[in-house]
């Protein structure tokens, strides 16, 4: 029987699939919040960028009394090999000035 090169990793938590190579996968915090909305928004423009993100003390921080600042807050991870993109889309997302209202409202 033939080995697999790669072995392969089931993150159930994100339900995602994360390539494995020499068993395991490093993992890296990108992003802590202490809303478990802004984390899930945030994940989920790194998922719909190709990033496997996955958010982890979400659970522990919804049922603690104290919430997220209790256990240290809800982090944001990424594999190793993508951290630096990852980062710089999340630092785009947080830094992009709002849109200006257009004084235009020739469609009323």
């Known amino acids: ?3 697999w090169p790669v072995k392969w ?3 159930w938590v994100a339900a995602s699939v994360y390539r494995v190579d020499n068993g395991m996968v490093q993992l890296k915090t990108i992003f802590k ?3 478990a909305m802004e ?6 423009r790194l998922r719909t960028a190709g990033f496997q993100a996955t958010v982890l003390g979400e659970l522990a ?5 104290g919430g997220s600042l209790a256990t240290g807050g ?7 090999a993508e951290e630096k993109e990852a980062r710089a889309l999340v630092d785009g997302l947080l ?8 004084t235009d409202r020739s469609w009323e």
């Open 1 to 3: 029987m033939a080995k």
């Open 9 to 11: 990793q089931i993150d």
């Open 33 to 35: 919040s202490f809303h």
């Open 39 to 44: 984390a899930q928004m945030i994940t989920a």
């Open 61 to 65: 921080a919804l049922s603690t009394e």
């Open 74 to 80: 809800i982090r944001i991870q990424v594999p190793a």
């Open 95 to 102: 830094n992009h000035p709002p849109e200006e209202d257009s």
